[in-house]
């Protein structure tokens, strides 16, 4: 197999369309199939359900995924470094910081200026990456701290909350609900909603299902979106109502309400993740995120 096969892989597993994978990447949509095709020949098994309208990961596929990205980041990694050195630059310690969709990023760009202030000698690679990905690669060693979503099996590594993020809904101002200083998930049941990709934050969608189960509510999911951004625009469009999380929006997107959501479950913690032994710059940018965190004032909606 190789970087070509890997790519196309992950990026239709994150996309679920073989033609907007092929944009992402630059390629022709035969050269995608193909690379996936390859794949899967090599591997012995099938990555994608695959019908004339959608297209689904299998249980393989949603098992690799996870380890083909960590892969990629590994060859990236390889690559920055051999070319370093090539360069004929000193050899330098590298700590790679893992951050997941939706988690807030402003929190992230704060402690960083002050870490690289600390270890000046330490090269930082911020890294994409869902949270049970970063789980997988702190375990493997192939990343030094992660910032994702509370989730099940964190065996081997160590998690502490970062906040307790409410759930937000997006809705159109001339909506029916936009008067609405909270919704519950009842008042939410059967309407359309926009929200993450489940391969992308499994944690959250867990948590919004279970708010919409214990509410006794139909939770409809009619369209995923791997920004709040992008979840914005459909909610602009009319498409539906977008669930968020306060993290994520750095901004009150023009023409819609942010309305937080009531009751059980309608929370998510963000977390910072580290290696039961982490190296001193790890643990110093755990200790920074945890300090600015705490300092960090609740938003105001």
Do not use: K
């Not at 990961?57 to 995924?65: F, Y």
């Not at 993020?165 to 009842?186: D, I, K, N, Q």
């Not at 979840?231 to 309400?257: K, M, N, Q």
């Amino acid at each position: 197999m190789d970087r070509i096969e890997l790519e196309a892989f992950v990026a239709v597993a994150e996309e679920l369309h073989f033609g907007r994978a092929a944009a992402r990447l630059h390629r022709g949509q035969p050269t995608v199939s193909d690379a996936v095709r390859r794949l899967e020949n090599t591997l012995g098994g099938r990555l994608f359900h695959r019908t004339s309208r959608r297209v689904t990961l299998t249980g393989l596929g949603e098992a690799l995924l996870p380890d083909a990205r960590a892969a990629l980041a590994q060859l990236r990694r390889f690559q920055q470094r051999g070319r370093s050195l090539a360069a004929g630059e000193a050899a330098r310690s590298t700590l790679v910081v893992a951050h997941a969709e939706y988690t807030g990023q402003q929190l992230l760009l704060r402690c960083l200026p002050r870490l690289r202030e600390r270890f000046p000698d330490v090269t930082i690679v911020p890294e994409a990456m869902r949270t049970t990905a970063q789980v997988t690669a702190l375990r493997a060693g192939t990343i030094g701290l992660g910032i994702g979503w509370a989730t099940g099996d964190v065996t081997g590594v160590r998690a502490r909350v970062l906040s307790t993020e409410r759930f937000m809904a997006l809705v159109p101002a001339a909506h029916p609900l936009a008067g609405h200083t909270e919704l519950s998930a009842a008042e939410l049941s059967t309407t359309d909603l926009l929200t993450w990709p489940h391969q992308i934050n499994s944690g959250l969608c867990d948590r919004l299902l279970s708010a919409f189960h214990i509410g006794g509510a139909d939770l409809r999911i009619i369209r995923t979106a791997d920004s709040v951004h992008a979840i914005a625009a459909h909610v602009a469009a009319g498409t539906g109502i977008g669930i968020t999380v306060e993290s994520a929006l750095d901004h009150r997107p023009p023409g819609l309400r942010v309305i937080p959501l009531t009751g059980p479950s309608t929370t998510a913690d963000q977390v910072v993740l580290t290696p039961a032994e982490p190296s001193d710059t790890a643990a110093a940018l755990r200790d920074l995120l945890l300090h600015a965190s705490a300092d960090t004032p609740a938003p105001a909606h």
